[in-house]
């Protein structure tokens, strides 16, 4: 008789079942999705056997056309086809109005970005999630069912903004979000480099739109962002149009209609693509007016024309190494990500810098999807003895206003997260019972200098005298890059917090520009931020001793209570006035101290008051 089974006590009785986790690869010009099968990362193909699905959505009245579909559109109903949504994601109208010009109707032009489409209004998010909700539904196709998590990749440089708002569009598209993973990251974790102990390496991601340079360091089975640099607004494209502009040249074309233009810049992408693996490449195109383009373009004169866009190329390389202080033998590994690196003369440019063989086996179109695949099923819980966990550096400094508009940075620029930072901090003035906190992002030393994150107060401080209470600040920042912040009075554990959650971001060259204005300015910053500091406290003094004159004055004689006067008018005056600020700082500060000297006798006395009045505890500690 065979045994009848009894299951082990808390476990379920049916048998163990894999939950199926996916990674996407959002790009800018194509996105991807994976997971893993048969414990291989494999990406996952449309029902036309297209794996690279251009991020491409085009609005019509009755539907939604996504990817291929929406691409034939591009050209006709440019209106209402959004290309490069990722260019928008996280930022605001202000951030790209400096930008290329777009062909779409923007109606906000104050904070997020909107697009006035046939279906309405669309912003960058939800552009986003119906791009994710039509790679989801590959899933579901290939897989059969609908995946129980995602990871959803984003460039190293994408700030809180993009980060949250991309995070957001899958979670309007109806997805278990469980992490956003650093595209290098990804491209390493694809490659198996987190099997070894450590390494620095250098991922170089140059896809249709945009190049990433990110230097990864590997320590003890864990990933940090070391150094990000790149280029916004250099890819394929770029490429594409230098080859287009070399046939209108060399075949004495001009004035083009839409359709022809728009016809010639696909022959180019295609002519570039092929002359990746082959040396020449023929091609012949008949325009609207019937006039025949026939050409044969060889390799070595593509190189030629394109030598501008090589060397532009290799700068960010030579930026993030700098911003490092790494040598370049201190790289382990260099990994091509993009398929815009299958440009042979990037390659030779790599190598030759590198004078070493690039990681370049896996395909460069989908290693990114593959390694978020890996990482996603991690998550899901199917490899429970791999605990892994992925660092990564905040590109700007984190801060809170402080009184006389000063930074104090409680986060500083490339510490690795997950982190959290607390700082305590106190009242101004006597009986405050609130506190505003204002989040800043920046490296500069003023408020003013850096970027408003959020702005929230803290309410219900039981009143004290200023000094007295203790209110911390934590800022923590999440693996996935999110920034909270909490404020505790901790004798009254009053609590207050909120989750970042800004409406735009910042473009990368404003984060370069701030990062070379702190430079720039970092002697004339210190010299404000001392200048603030004199005046702040000068007004705290001058304050508490008018209040304790109003209710002290009589024990004074007449000629202090003028002498007292006359040093508080004087100091006043010069707080308003217009002297240089080291000098200003300097004469601010001496006249504080000559105000604290010449009330020294009288805070003793109004203390004797007190004690004899028995009013112990009030301000005169201050005094
Ligand atoms: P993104 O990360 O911006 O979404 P991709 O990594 O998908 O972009 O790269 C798209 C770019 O790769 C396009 O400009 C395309 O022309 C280019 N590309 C694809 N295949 C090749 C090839 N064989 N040779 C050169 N460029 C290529
Ligand atoms: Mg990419």
Redesign the pocket.
């Known amino acids: 008789m065979a045994l009848l089974q009894i299951s082990e006590p808390g476990m379920s009785h049916e048998p163990h079942k894999r939950n199926v986790a996916i990674g996407i690869?959002l790009?800018?010009?194509?996105?991807l999705v994976a997971t893993i099968k048969s414990g291989v990362s494999t990406v996952l193909a449309n029902h036309d056997g297209d794996e690279?699905i251009p991020?491409i959505v085009c609005y019509k009245k009755d539907k939604t056309l996504i990817g291929k579909n929406a691409l034939k559109e591009r050209v006709n109903d440019a209106t209402n086809t959004i290309v490069s949504v990722?260019r928008f994601i996280g930022r605001s109208f202000k951030d790209i109005s400096s930008e290329l010009t777009y062909p779409y109707k923007f109606t906000n032009k104050e904070s997020i970005i909107e697009i006035e489409t046939t279906q309405g209004t669309k912003n960058p998010i939800q552009v986003s999630s119906d791009i994710l909700y039509h790679l989801n539904q590959i899933a579901v196709e290939c897989i059969g069912e609908a995946p129980a998590g995602v990871v959803i990749t984003v460039p190293a440089y994408f700030n809180e903004a993009q980060r949250q708002a991309t995070k957001q569009a899958g979670q309007l598209a109806g997805l278990n979000v469980l992490r956003l993973l650093n595209e290098p990251t990804a491209a390493a974790i694809a490659y198996g480099l987190d099997t070894k102990n450590e390494g620095m390496f250098l991922v170089y991601?140059?896809?249709?739109?945009?190049l990433d340079v990110s230097i990864l360091r590997l320590s003890k089975g864990v990933f940090e962002v070391f150094a990000v640099n790149g280029d916004t607004y250099l890819?394929?494209?770029d490429?594409?149009h230098r080859l287009y502009c070399y046939i209108l040249e060399k075949s004495n074309l001009t004035q083009l209609t839409d359709g022809d233009t728009a016809q010639l810049l696909n022959m180019a992408?295609f002519v570039?693509?092929?002359?990746?693996?082959l040396e020449k490449v023929a091609f012949n195109l008949v325009l609207s007016n019937k006039r025949l383009v026939n050409m044969l373009i060889t390799r070595e004169e593509f190189n030629i024309i394109s030598q501008t866009l090589i060397n532009k190329a290799m700068l960010p390389v030579k930026k993030a190494l700098r911003d490092a202080k790494l040598s370049i033998t201190a790289i382990d590994e260099v990994i091509l990500?993009?398929?815009?690196t299958?440009?042979l003369n990037i390659r030779h440019e790599l190598s030759k810098m590198f004078e070493r063989e690039l990681l370049s086996n896996i395909d460069?179109?989908k290693v990114?999807a593959m390694g978020a695949a890996i990482q996603a099923d991690v998550l899901i819980g199917n490899r429970k003895d791999e605990d892994w966990l992925l660092l990564d550096v905040t590109p700007l400094s984190l801060g809170v206003e402080t009184m006389g508009g000063i930074v104090e940075k409680i986060i500083p620029r490339n510490s690795t997260i997950p982190i959290s930072r607390a700082q305590e901090f106190t009242t101004y003035k006597d009986g405050q019972t609130a506190m505003s906190i204002h989040v800043v992002q920046g490296e500069r030393e003023l408020v003013s200098d850096c970027r408003s994150l959020a702005k929230f107060s803290l309410r219900g401080i039981p009143p004290m005298v200023a000094g007295a209470a203790r209110v911390k600040v934590l800022y923590q920042i999440d693996a996935d890059g999110l920034l909270s912040v909490e404020a505790c009075e901790e004798t009254s554990a009053i609590k207050s917090s909120i989750e970042v959650k800004p409406s735009f971001g910042l473009t990368d060259n404003e984060i370069a520009d701030m990062l070379n204005a702190s430079i720039q300015n970092a002697k004339e910053d210190m010299m404000m931020r001392q200048l603030m500091e004199a005046t702040v406290d000068a007004n705290a003094l001058v304050e508490s001793v008018q209040a304790c004159l109003i209710s002290d004055y009589d024990l004074l004689e007449s000629q202090e209570l003028e002498s007292i006067n006359n040093v508080i008018q004087e100091l006043k005056s010069k707080i308003e006035g217009n002297e240089e600020s080291i000098i200003k700082t300097k004469t601010v500060r001496d006249l504080t101290d000559k105000l604290n000297q010449i009330t020294e006798k009288f805070a003793n006395q109004r203390m004797d008051r007190a004690i004899h009045d028995g009013l112990a505890g009030r301000s005169i500690t201050t005094l």
């Open positions: 690869d790009g800018t010009t194509n996105s690279l991020s990722k991601d140059l896809g249709g739109g945009t890819g394929g494209d490429f594409d992408k570039k693509e092929q002359l990746s693996t990500v993009g398929g815009s299958r440009l460069p179109d990114v």
